[in-house]
């Protein structure tokens, strides 16, 4: 965190995760070095304040971030940390042994109108653990929407949702975008009919979608799941079903990136524009 708004928001989805899981939060601060015009740090001291003495900014940052975290959840452990370094190498060390990152969507330090803040495109990247990127208005009494795409890079994402879900006493909207190869785009509904061997292609999709599934709905039976295809753009649907969702879960990368490619181009669609916290999931590598 870094006392921003939007990171003030994720101290505070933070502590409702980490009450549905009964589990510890740890609100952290990654103190980059401030030097001062004129002077020159020392090898004996290059990161941080002397003495342990903190900034007041940083202090008032903490301060307003665990009150929030405390408000939001009193019954959850709240412990914090002030760590030397840079934030993205700070929090993807951290992530190494948390269950769930929560961070902001864009930083104090982002520059007006920027959508994304560098901290969640590398985190969301890179982290060794789920990363939610707070943004957004949730609809507290909305379903997850959960990205399917059929991968096996997706297969946590799916795991994921229903334990979140299961957790949250929420439905889940497991959402399969596609479109017919021999189709082109954009294609309205009345259309679909006039494409040769549309319904073959539907059918298959939907076998994809149930398929990504399996297990799931016996090992989460309390977990209500609504089976959803659309004939589109996969971003753009998650995008629009974000804005009635509680939260978005996406894989970091689908069947059609790159070979090497860390982040999606639907994953990073939805971190700059979706209407709800999004969490990206990635799979072992």
Not at 20 to 34: D, F, H, K, Q, T
Request: glycine share 10%; proline share 7%; hydrophobic share 45%.
């Amino acid at each position: 965190m870094d006392g921003s708004r939007s990171s003030l928001a994720a101290a505070e989805a933070a502590a409702r995760e980490a009450r549905w899981r009964r589990a510890e939060l740890r609100v952290v601060y990654a103190l980059w070095p401030v030097i001062t015009p004129g002077t020159v740090p020392t090898a004996a001291a290059p990161f941080g304040p002397p003495e342990g003495v903190l900034p007041d900014e940083v202090e008032s940052a903490l301060t307003e971030a665990l009150h929030r975290a405390a408000s939001a959840a009193p019954q959850v452990e709240i412990t914090h940390d002030v760590v030397a370094g840079e934030a993205l190498t700070v929090l993807e060390v951290q992530s190494r042994d948390a269950d769930l990152v929560v961070v902001g969507s864009r930083g104090r330090g982002g520059f007006v109108g920027m959508l994304l803040g560098s901290t969640a495109v590398y985190l969301t990247a890179h982290g060794h653990c789920p990363v939610m990127v707070v943004r957004g208005e949730p609809d507290a009494a909305g379903p997850i929407v959960l990205g399917v795409d059929g991968s096996r890079a997706g297969e946590e994402a799916v795991d994921f949702a229903f334990a979140e879900a299961a957790l949250r006493g929420a439905e889940i909207v497991a959402l399969h975008a596609w479109t017919p190869d021999n189709a082109p785009l954009p294609l309205a509904p009345p259309q679909l009919a006039d494409v040769p061997q549309a319904g073959a292609v539907a059918e298959n999709e939907e076998r994809l979608l149930a398929q990504a599934l399996a297990g799931r709905q016996e090992k989460y039976p309390q977990v209500p799941v609504k089976h959803e295809l659309v004939l589109g753009v996969t971003y753009e649907a998650l995008i629009e079903a974000s804005r009635t969702a509680q939260l978005v879960v996406v894989g970091a990368r689908g069947r059609g990136g790159f070979t090497g490619l860390l982040l999606g181009s639907v994953s990073q669609a939805l971190l700059q524009q979706a209407h709800c916290p999004v969490t990206v999931v990635r799979g072992k590598e």
